[in-house]
């Protein structure tokens, strides 16, 4: 009687420890997250600091094609720009932080790189993660633009059943979907003689 009772408690305890997770991985994605400020990366800074002394730029103009590039959800939950909840100003922030920490910020050659974002999408639905954004690049001097490029950024991951490992994930890749499209931008040898 007393090894039933035992089996009993420890069947009904190992069901309240499952249910208490399952509780807070709802609590977990029942409220609106916001998307952590863009960290400069060290790739990027070392492609803006190879660059000559005389390449300076300033951000210009972000905007997004269709007002739904700034709705991004996670697990069928908000996932907000801390920008005024534009995902346009999130990435000319992320491109004011390359700059800045590149020490290329600035407007001595009077290059002003402006963006209009053709896709920002976030899928962190379980099975594969995808994250992907897109934007045309313009560098205009004195009003005139003299260079144009579309930059684009894209991950896949293993996205877990578990929203408590998901969203991470999610928000991650999509700071590394930025970076990796602004990495492609900075590559560009074209890109290089505009700024300077």
Same mark, same amino acid.
């Given at each position: +009687?007393?090894?039933?009772? #035992? ?8 069901? &309240? #420890?499952?249910?208490?997770? &399952?509780?807070?991985?709802?609590? %977990? ?10 960290? #400069? ?6 492609? &803006? ?19 739904? +590039? ?6 069928? !939950? ?5 920008? !005024? ?9 992320? %491109? ?8 290329? %910020?600035? !407007?001595?050659? !009077? ?6 974002? &053709? @896709? ?5 639905? *379980? ?9 045309? *690049? ?10 144009? @490029? ?30 990796? +499209? ?10 290089? @003689?505009?700024?300077?």
């Amino acid at each position: +009687m007393k090894t039933t009772c #035992a089996t009993v408690t420890n069947k009904g305890q190992t069901w &309240l #420890a499952s249910l208490a997770i &399952l509780l807070f991985s709802l609590m %977990l994605t029942a409220c609106t997250a916001i998307a952590p400020a863009y960290q #400069a990366t060290v790739d990027n800074v070392k492609i &803006l600091q190879t660059m000559p002394d005389n390449a300076w730029a300033e951000p210009g103009h972000f905007s997004v094609v269709d007002e739904s +590039m700034n709705q991004l959800r996670i697990r069928g !939950n908000p996932y907000n720009s801390p920008f !005024n909840n534009s995902y346009a100003e999130y990435i000319k922030e992320a %491109l004011r932080t390359e700059l800045q920490s590149a020490g290329r %910020l600035g !407007n001595k050659t !009077n290059a002003v790189i402006s963006g209009l974002v &053709l @896709k920002n999408d976030l899928d962190g639905s *379980f099975g594969i993660g995808k994250a992907s954004v897109i934007v045309r *690049f313009t560098v205009t001097k004195s009003g005139k633009p003299i260079y144009e @490029k579309v930059a684009i950024g894209e991950t896949k991951w293993d996205s877990s059943l578990m929203a408590a490992l998901a969203i991470p994930d999610a928000q991650r890749n999509h700071a590394e979907a930025v970076k990796q +499209m602004l990495g492609k931008l900075f590559a560009d040898p074209n890109f290089q @003689k505009a700024i300077q």
